[in-house]
């Protein structure tokens, strides 16, 4: 999974960041205090990403950036950044940090830098052409899905709506979207081509599909 440190001491706008970024298919892991942020940064080694507000009740997020980076050059390091305080951008990304969101941020705002800030790090992860969400694994160069090492043999409409739901994990994907990704915008059916491919798949990758859970 992709854990994202989340260090923030105002409570409203921690859960605010942490449910949007479950939302958006990251596991945040919390810290209130830079002394937190460096303990679970130790108890979860694969923690490659890291929301650092500045303002906190101990060390300030400029110096618990500068000792993440010193120790580990491929953190990936958002500060969270106020308005009022124009400098922080710059002293920010001067000790270190990658990129910066300013408060107040919505949602869509926060999970873009954080997608885009993975898509750059990126490496092995999205270069191997392999997606990982919980039992399922996509391999975008041969098209082949697996749950839980097991192969599922899907057609190519349904592997592409499987990688457009692995895409946009956690959001609610309309039929329209569906179609017009998956069969073009041109395509001249019904929405209910839809629905029928949305069963057969269900068939296939959950472990009941009437009671659909993925
Ligand atoms: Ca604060």
């Not at 490659?48 to 060390?59: H, N």
Request: aromatic share 8%; with cysteine; net charge neutral.
């Amino acid at each position: 999974m992709k854990k994202i440190l989340v260090l923030e001491d105002e409570a409203s706008i921690r859960s605010f960041v942490v449910i949007n970024l479950k939302r958006a298919g990251y596991e945040p892991i919390e810290a209130e205090t830079g002394a937190q942020a460096f303990e679970r940064i130790k108890e979860n080694p694969d923690i490659r990403v890291a929301l650092l507000d500045i303002m906190l009740p101990d060390i300030d997020g400029f110096e618990v950036c500068r000792r993440i980076r010193a120790a580990d050059p491929q953190m990936g390091i958002i500060m969270l950044t106020a308005r009022t305080q124009e400098m922080d951008k710059v002293t920010g990304l001067m000790t270190g940090a990658d990129d910066y969101v300013t408060k107040p941020f919505s949602p869509a705002e926060l999970t873009a830098r954080v997608d885009a800030l993975y898509r750059r790090m990126g490496g092995e992860h999205f270069d191997s052409g392999e997606m990982v969400q919980g039992p399922f694994k996509l391999n975008t160069r041969n098209r082949t899905l697996e749950k839980n090492g097991v192969r599922i043999k899907l057609t190519q409409v349904e592997y592409s709506i499987m990688k457009m739901f692995m895409d946009n994990p956690g959001k609610a994907l309309s039929r329209e979207d569906i179609l017009n990704t998956v069969w073009g915008r041109d395509y001249f059916g019904e929405l209910k081509i839809v629905d029928v491919n949305i069963r057969r798949l269900r068939i296939k990758i959950e472990d009941d599909s009437t009671n659909p859970t993925y």
